[in-house]
């Protein structure tokens, strides 16, 4: 299975950006699915999640502003980002996870950049 995540890019403060994340080699679909970010010099740190249900959870920064959905059946997670701020600059990453047979199989997208900045 591989995450391909795309989207991200460089836009000024007050802009916005969607980011996608397809899932590849399995139509098997996936329990939770998250977005992380990792900023230069920081821990990466959960931005939002989504269950298979639809259930959410947001980070407090971004509540608001970030909007997580996803597409099961099409295997897809998406990241709706608006009034974006310099310090949302950041590597974003997709995580997504599914149990199978009781193993947890956890996988990661290769990451893309956000800029934010004027």
């Known amino acids: 299975v591989q995450l391909q995540a795309y989207g991200g890019g460089l836009v000024q403060p007050g802009g916005s950006l969607r980011l996608s994340c397809a899932a590849s080699g399995s139509r098997r679909s996936f329990d939770d699915m998250a977005w992380y970010r990792q900023a230069p010099g920081k821990q990466r740190e959960l931005v939002a999640s989504?269950?298979?249900?639809?259930?959410?959870n947001y980070e407090d920064s971004v509540k608001g502003r970030f909007t997580i959905s996803r597409d099961n059946a099409r295997n897809q997670l998406f990241l709706r980002m608006r009034l974006l701020k310099p310090e949302d600059t950041a590597v974003y990453y997709c995580?997504?996870?599914?149990?199978?047979?009781?193993?947890?199989?956890?996988?990661w997208g290769q990451g893309t950049l956000v800029t934010v900045s004027s």
């Open positions: 995580n997504a996870v599914r149990v199978v047979l009781a193993l947890v199989e956890n996988y």
């Open positions: 989504i269950t298979r249900g639809g259930q959410t």
